[in-house]
């Protein structure tokens, strides 16, 4: 089982930055996959970005050039540094762990808002 847990959520305005944190827990070897989804009110959950054990990232086409995620691999830590943030960022942002044993875990989620 994997533990997923969440923070650095909270009111910004817009051109303004957050960052995000996410820490996994529990029995696994390894994480090959973590990353951050993000879903907006009335809207279904959409991918932001992702990052594997080996480096490899992907960015939603919408947060490209300004968000970056990041990897602390001994922590079991996965990053969202977000910049040039706009009001359609505004939403509830996950994330994901999946293990090398398989399945996918997911936090409980933190509030992004972003005012104009």
């Known amino acids: 089982q994997v533990q997923v847990l969440e923070s650095g959520g909270g009111l910004v305005q817009a051109g303004g930055s957050l960052n995000l944190s996410c820490v996994a827990s529990g029995s696994f070897s390894s994480l090959p996959f973590m990353g951050w989804s993000r879903q907006a009110p009335g809207d279904l959950r959409e991918v932001v970005a992702s990052?594997?054990?080996?480096?490899?990232?992907h960015y939603a086409e919408a947060f490209k050039g300004r968000f970056t995620i990041s990897r602390d691999m001994a922590k079991n830590t996965v990053y969202l540094h977000m910049n040039s943030l706009k009001p359609e960022d505004t939403g509830v942002y996950y994330c994901k762990a999946r293990p090398l044993s398989g399945g996918r875990f997911w936090g409980q989620g933190t509030q992004v808002t972003v005012s104009s």
């Open positions: 990052m594997t054990n080996g480096g490899s990232t």
